[in-house]
């Protein structure tokens, strides 16, 4: 059995962020997991040390060149 060994690609303020970034890896073909010790989403606060979004390392290059073209979409006109 072949172990694949999983890096941080980025790391996020909170898990919204973080599944965004791991929708837009999968769109792209790149597996992507969301690792966050929220206590399951419970208490957000615990995430101190950020959100992590893992990938597989012979994958973290692409994920970054990825995510780092990919536009943010902002609310031109804020309610």
Not at 3 to 22: D, H
Not at 49 to 58: E, S
């Amino acid at each position: 059995m072949t172990q694949v060994e999983l890096v941080v690609a980025r790391t996020y303020l909170n898990s919204i962020e973080a599944g965004f970034a791991q929708s837009v890896l999968e769109a792209a073909g790149i597996e992507a997991y969301v690792r966050a010790d929220d206590c399951g989403g419970v208490d957000p606060a615990l995430d101190v040390g950020g959100v992590a979004l893992i990938v597989k390392a012979t994958d973290r290059d692409e994920a970054i060149r990825v995510l780092d073209t990919t536009a943010t979409v902002v609310d031109p006109e804020p309610v």
